[in-house]
């Protein structure tokens, strides 16, 4: 071969081996959300790609419902994506021995932990391995419509009475289609934990899944969640389940207003604010109370996390891009309050200077609502488990029902719920 034959090969190869050098990484990142989330997260990926151009991120994006199912299967065939918004409660579910995700521990050349209270981050690490980046806490609290409320001519609820009296005051004022309240049968769990934990300061579970209520009291919790239907405070599982699956806040009784309002995070009011019919505004009102308590029974717990799986093939790059979403001012501000207030100090900060941290914007009205209340319940991830909210919502379909006393359906929910916690936990 000749020299000028073997320095076009040369060349040829040189120049083949820089393009496939300079080829971007390519990441995968999932999460969860409504519209306004998708949006201010998918501009904050495009400041990050502008940023770090060698570095090219797939977005994949759903609704609340359903993700978790896809999720699921992704992380049992090892197809999860690089960065993945995720649920704290699911740690129980992925990474019993801490191993189901990357561990961000070996990635702090990369991520910033300085920026973050030992306590946050103790939150998200199982058995010693850091499992993902807290994103923020969030606690439910009550919310309403402000002009349905008006209509019905009632203050808003500070006591149980009242809470309980609304439901008749709704359905005579306004009609049987009208209801005080609206909620998933998650949120009526959490419901009736701040309702026992007032009455006997005991929550539903205690850190190990066990019970903690005996007969009497569950006969009085399942007597509770029976009222809510009986009483017209909200909507019973059947009358609910005649709109269909979906979110809350995209069916037409709560676009309408016939929905009045919720006990929910306060992390994901926005998007029940976002499908209001103007001029309805969705305001904090009182958390709701026994009289004679200080005991609230408000349930804080980690909202999310940023996760990096274990089978990335670009540990380093996903850090990158975790550390970006979560510090970088561009991406702070594009994110704003979507995921909640930032528990990154850096963050918060930024957000606070420029105003979008508002001591009048129910979404951190109602987290420092919370704050400023005494509790002394600690986050169980078998509060939330989906196993358990499927036998509450038999439960509640049973005594609808009205086959079953509150008693009998509290010993078949209890008998249900105790083998799945054995199944999760062994």
């Given at each position: ?5 073997s320095?076009?090969i ?5 120049s ?5 050098a300079?080829?971007?990484v390519?990441?995968?990142m ?12 998918l501009k ?5 790609e502008k940023k770090?151009?060698d570095?090219?991120v797939k977005?994949?994006?759903?609704g609340?419902d359903g993700?978790l199912?896809?999720?699921t299967t992704?992380m049992?065939s090892?197809?999860?994506p690089?960065v993945?918004q ?9 990474s019993?021995?801490g191993e189901?995700y ?8 990369e ?13 998200t ?7 993902g980046?807290p994103i ?5 609290v009550f919310y309403?419509?402000d002009?349905?409320w008006k209509?019905a001519?009632l ?6 009475d009242?809470f309980?009296a609304?439901?008749?005051?709704f359905?005579?004022k306004?009609?049987d289609n009208?209801y005080?309240?609206t909620?998933?049968d ?13 009455k006997?300061q ?13 007969d009497a009291?569950?006969s ?8 809510l ?6 909507p019973?599982p059947?009358?609910?389940s005649?709109y ?9 009784p709560?676009?309408?207003g016939e ?17 209001m019919t103007p001029?309805a ?6 958390y709701?109370?026994q ?7 408000v ?8 996760s990096v799986a274990?089978?990335?093939k ?5 850090a990158i891009?975790?550390n970006?979403?979560v510090?970088?001012?561009q991406?702070?501000?594009a994110l704003?309050?979507?995921r909640g207030?930032?528990l990154n100090?850096a ?5 606070t200077?420029k105003g ?5 914007d129910?979404v951190v009205a109602g987290l ?6 005494h509790t002394?319940?600690v ?6 488990d989906?196993?358990?909210i499927?036998q509450f ?7 609808d ?7 009998q ?6 008998q249900?719920v105790?083998?799945i916690v054995?199944r999760v936990?062994r």
């Amino acid at each position: 071969m000749n020299k000028i034959a073997s320095g076009v090969i040369a060349s040829l190869l040189f120049s083949c081996t820089s393009a496939w050098a300079q080829q971007p990484v390519e990441l995968r990142m999932s999460w969860w959300g409504g519209n306004s989330r998708h949006q201010a997260t998918l501009k904050a990926l495009e400041a990050f790609e502008k940023k770090y151009p060698d570095i090219k991120v797939k977005a994949e994006y759903t609704g609340w419902d359903g993700h978790l199912s896809r999720l699921t299967t992704q992380m049992a065939s090892g197809t999860e994506p690089d960065v993945m918004q995720t649920n704290w409660p699911w740690l129980i579910i992925f990474s019993k021995n801490g191993e189901g995700y990357y561990d961000l521990n070996k990635l702090k050349d990369e991520l910033d932990f300085s920026q973050y209270q030992a306590k946050d981050l103790q939150s998200t690490t199982v058995k010693g391995k850091l499992n993902g980046l807290p994103i923020s806490v969030n606690a439910p609290v009550f919310y309403y419509n402000d002009v349905t409320w008006k209509k019905a001519g009632l203050a808003y609820p500070k006591t149980w009475d009242e809470f309980f009296a609304a439901g008749k005051v709704f359905q005579q004022k306004l009609g049987d289609n009208y209801y005080p309240y609206t909620m998933v049968d998650q949120d009526v769990i959490l419901l009736l934990n701040a309702y026992m934990m007032q009455k006997h300061q005991k929550p539903m579970f205690n850190s190990d899944g066990k019970f903690t209520w005996n007969d009497a009291e569950w006969s009085e919790a399942f007597s509770f969640v029976k009222r809510l239907s009986d009483d017209h405070v909200l909507p019973a599982p059947k009358r609910l389940s005649s709109y269909g699956k979906g979110n809350l806040y995209e069916m037409k009784p709560w676009i309408n207003g016939e929905w009045g309002g919720l006990f929910t995070w306060n992390i994901t009011i926005r998007m029940f604010a976002n499908n209001m019919t103007p001029p309805a505004k969705l305001v904090l009102g009182d958390y709701v109370m026994q009289p004679g308590t200080e005991e609230s029974g408000v349930y804080f717990k980690t909202s999310q996390m940023f996760s990096v799986a274990k089978s990335t093939k670009h540990p380093k790059e996903a850090a990158i891009l975790l550390n970006f979403l979560v510090s970088d001012p561009q991406s702070v501000e594009a994110l704003g309050l979507e995921r909640g207030i930032p528990l990154n100090k850096a963050a918060e900060t930024l957000l606070t200077e420029k105003g979008v941290i508002d001591p009048n914007d129910p979404v951190v009205a109602g987290l420092r609502q919370a704050q400023s209340l005494h509790t002394t319940v600690v986050a169980t991830p078998f509060i939330e488990d989906l196993q358990v909210i499927d036998q509450f919502t038999s439960a509640r379909e049973k005594l609808d029902m009205g086959k079953q006393t509150p008693a009998q359906v509290a010993a078949d929910f209890r008998q249900q719920v105790e083998r799945i916690v054995r199944r999760v936990t062994r």
